[in-house]
């Protein structure tokens, strides 16, 4: 089984790049910058794993077509490429926000679009789009980075019913938060540093590890985010096995949250989550 991957330099990507081959099926393992794909690069040579490292910018239409002109030979696509921005919503310009949509839904549009005639005309395809808890529920100063996962998985929804009869799978892995480098690749505007909405974002991260103690699955430690192989066996899983569902959320505060939130009304949710967090104004 052949897999194309983004954003397989760090975190999840690379991970499910290598639990991927390491269950005997061939990686693409692609990133927007090919030095930085090294460490996965000598993993691969050492263990003798069939990865692939290939150059993608999910941003750039021209580079995801030359990318996957092979699509009938591609068996399932992980899109993961992403980031996050961070901001008040009355900070967001429209440049930043076109910047995180460009990324974490035309992305995997393009993707999904490169792959889809070959697919159909096959009958057969798995396409793993790489959503998170943000994307059922929206946390303040991350507005952006819920927007574009919100998205991700109505884009997924909608593709579900439309492909599910030629043969193609669809799934969404929804991550809580995990220890990846993922928080030190967001973005921010200049004028985040040294206001408000920085000091009062910075109180609800902290407060964030109250659910973090619960640890996930039983691999988290007294506040700290759990181990993101997790997550890298989550999206294996999705690619491997057919009776995967369409959402799979993945870590007990992503499945808190959620459960919590389908539970009662929104005004119930808020004050919950506030007593929870112990996060008050």
Known sequence: MNVLIT?????????AAISLARNGMTV???MR???????LLRISQEEELPIEIRQLDVCDPEMVKDCLSDASEIDAVV????????AAIEQLE???MLRQLDTNLLGPLRVIRAVLPAWSQRGSGVIVNVSSIAGRSAPPYS???AASKHALEALSESLHFEVSHLGIRVCVIEPGRFST???ENIVRPDSWEGSSHQQRATAFREALLNLDNLGNEGTGEGGAPADPQIVADAIVRAV???????RTLVGQDAELIDATKTSMSFEDFEATMRAALDWHD
């Open 33 to 39: 910058n090919l030095s930085k794909g090294d460490d």
């Open 79 to 86: 899109n993961n490429a992403g980031f996050e921005v961070q």
């Open 240 to 246: 491997k096995d057919p009776t995967t569902p369409f």
């Open 94 to 96: 429209d440049e930043m």
């Open 7 to 15: 954003g397989s330099n760090t975190g999840f990507g690379k991970l």
């Open 28 to 30: 693409i393992a692609t």
């Open 143 to 145: 507005g952006s980075y």
């Open 181 to 183: 480098g993922f928080f």
